[in-house]
């Protein structure tokens, strides 16, 4: 890819980022109206997902997932405890 074409593509991008924050509404109205998202799927196509099991090692249970860019991590780590004499019915989370 030559300078000219690269410097058209960034203006171009700058021009549609600069679209998508003055007129938001507008931006999705005109991505609707070609029923497609503004990162390109069409409305039907969900993000690729992906969801992994026993991802922390040192944990009772976890979980991975991935859902297009976003990664989120669950962990729970538990312990089994005795109540103290004070507190019989009490314990500890």
């Known amino acids: 890819m030559d300078a000219a074409s ?4 960034l203006s ?27 990162d390109g799927r069409p409305l039907g196509r969900a993000r690729d997902t992906t969801v992994m099991l026993g991802a922390v090692a040192s944990a009772n249970g976890s979980a991975l997932a991935k859902i297009g860019s976003t990664t989120m991590l669950a962990a729970i780590k538990l312990e089994v405890m ?6 019989p019915n009490e314990g500890c989370i």
Do not use: G, M, N, Y
Request: net charge negative; proline share 8%.
């Open 82 to 87: 005795t109540p103290t004499a004070e507190a």
């Open 6 to 9: 690269r410097e058209s593509e």
């Open 12 to 38: 171009s991008q700058i021009e549609i980022d600069s679209f998508r924050r003055l007129f938001p509404l507008r931006f999705h109205e005109r991505h609707l109206l070609e029923s497609i998202r503004p």
